[in-house]
């Protein structure tokens, strides 16, 4: 279900939790209430994910970058100071760093980012956004299985990219950067559940102290797959 604090730019959603694009001029509103202000950038991506809400009917256009900058502004004149910059893959934004620069220079003090971290395999792009002033990297990976990640993700070669991501990340955190955390978003499919304790060993020898776990919303791709799509009542028991 949409979350109260979901991007302004939204539309990932099923028709029945689907929001309209939100309007400039009722943002003040919406951010009345909030602490954290999270901003969809919009919805392309370098990734296939075969469980992929926004995969169906996605929109192949950014948000512009003035009206990005428009809500950031609003944002912070409403108290906001926790900022969460979301996709698609945020990463491949053009200019991404400049809006975090201008997020920053505004006054925001946590700026988080979630990426599926192929970008980040490259040190220089993962330093650029650390000196950009981005304050916290949730990365998606969802197997610590070579041949798993790339059937999830539909990209070759996708996991041994993510590992070099998370040891740029962890290389850059131990240089003073990403003081509120680098943390792994996984999705809970049933191939995963079985290699659930290897799996938090695997990165928690890499350096990540901070793994969430999102149940599997049964969509795209693996809308009737029962191997992937594993049954509540499986889940609990492994978590």
């Known amino acids: 279900m949409a979350r109260r604090n979901s991007g302004l730019f939204d539309r990932s959603y099923p028709d029945e939790y689907r929001r309209p694009k939100v309007p400039l001029q009722t943002a003040d509103a919406l951010m009345a209430d909030l602490k954290n202000l999270e901003v969809n950038l919009g919805k392309p991506c370098n990734s296939r994910c075969v469980f992929c809400i926004s ?17 950031l502004l609003r944002g912070y004149r409403k108290g906001l100071r926790s900022l969460g910059l979301l996709g698609g893959e945020p990463t491949a934004y053009p200019g991404i760093e400049d809006v975090v620069s201008y997020a920053r220079r505004i006054g925001y003090q946590r700026i988080g980012l979630v990426s599926n971290g192929l970008r980040l395999a490259d040190f220089a792009c993962a330093r650029r956004l650390a000196d950009a002033g981005v304050s916290r990297i949730a990365l998606s990976i969802h197997s610590m299985r070579a041949d798993l990640e790339c059937r999830l993700t539909g990209i070759p070669g996708a996991f041994n990219s993510k590992v070099r991501a998370v040891k740029n990340l962890v290389k850059l955190r131990k240089q003073g950067y990403f003081k509120d955390n680098i943390s792994l978003n996984a999705v809970l499919t049933r191939p995963l559940l079985a290699e659930l304790d290897e799996y938090v060993r695997f990165f928690s020898r890499r ?23 594993p049954r509540y009542r499986e889940v609990i028991p492994a978590i």
């Open 55 to 71: 995969a169906e009917e996605r929109i192949r256009s950014w948000a512009p970058h003035r009206e990005v900058e428009a809500v």
């Open 207 to 229: 350096g990540i102290r901070d793994m969430r776990f999102n149940g599997l919303w049964p969509n795209g791709a693996l809308r009737r797959d029962a191997a992937f799509v």
